[in-house]
């Protein structure tokens, strides 16, 4: 039988390029208006499950928030992961 947990539906998803796109794509319809500006089409790195944009804005898909650490109340596990947000140095942006 096949362990469909949230955790093993999450994984699943990181490891297809379609649907880790569609989950990056969600999560940016997410950011503010100031944020969401000048982000563009953004490039999709697939191998890093990111998507950089042009401002350097960074969405970052993750497990869980702490992927470390066991699921719990603070650490919940959800079937799509998490999308974190971090801004790249003007030098790393290409």
């Not at 499950?49 to 993750?62: A, E, F, S």
């Not at 971090?86 to 942006?93: A, D, H, R, T, V």
């Amino acid at each position: 039988m096949e362990n469909n947990s949230p955790e093993q539906m999450a994984i699943k998803l990181s490891k297809d390029k379609t649907l880790l796109l569609k989950r990056l794509k969600e999560a940016k319809k997410c950011l503010s208006k100031s944020l969401a500006h000048g982000f563009g089409k953004g490039k999709y790195e697939f191998e890093n499950k990111r998507l950089i944009g042009d401002n350097g804005i960074v969405l970052q898909w993750y497990l869980r928030n702490n992927e470390n650490e066991p699921i719990g109340y603070n650490n919940q596990q959800t079937t799509i992961g998490c999308v974190g947000t971090y801004f790249l140095n003007k030098g790393e942006i290409k």
